[in-house]
């Protein structure tokens, strides 16, 4: 399956990283009518450039408003620099800080042979059961990374992902 031109294509997701998750949730859902989270803290094995293969536990809230979806991370310890690096210095400014967009691929093979056929840089990688997702540094073109990541139907289901994305 040739990718080419795919770079930005099935995406889905802004993600943000925050100090405190609990309250930029509610700041959003105040502000921008999210109110139903779906929440999960991955603890897993990730790559990343700047430690390369450790542990990696953070806090995650998925939410809603239309076809996009919006990612809430608390990053808590291990491979993490990527993250803290875009947090406010101040532990207490909570207000969520962009980190990301995300595509939906629906071939984990092809698209890591894209990654490396065009050499790019990554950031980050990892997954656990049923998602796979690689971090690509686009911060020298687009000014963030940009993640893709491939997941299961059920686990598209369950963070209340729309048909019109499934399977991307």
């Given amino acids: 399956m040739a990718l080419t031109g795919m770079h930005l294509k099935a995406f889905f997701q802004n993600a943000y990283v925050t100090h405190d998750l609990a309250r930029a ?24 450039d700047s430690d390369g293969i450790g542990p990696c536990h953070v806090k995650v809230a998925l939410g809603w408003s239309g076809a996009l979806q919006i990612e809430l991370i608390e990053p808590v310890s291990g491979n993490v620099r990527h993250y803290r690096e875009r947090l406010p210095e101040d532990p207490a400014n909570f207000s969520p800080r962009f980190h990301h967009i995300c595509m939906r691929v629906a071939d984990w093979e092809a698209t890591r042979a894209l990654v490396a056929d065009k050499g790019w840089t990554i950031a980050y990688e990892g997954g656990v059961e049923g998602c796979k997702f690689i971090y690509i540094d686009a911060r020298d073109s687009l000014g963030h990374y940009v ?22």
């Fill in 25 to 48: 949730e509610a700041l959003i859902g105040e502000r921008h009518g999210i109110v139903e989270w779906v929440h999960f803290e991955p603890e897993m094995e990730v790559y990343t």
């Fill in 147 to 168: 993640e893709y990541m491939w997941m299961s139907d059920a686990m598209w289901a369950g963070s209340g992902g729309p048909a019109t994305l499934a399977g991307a």
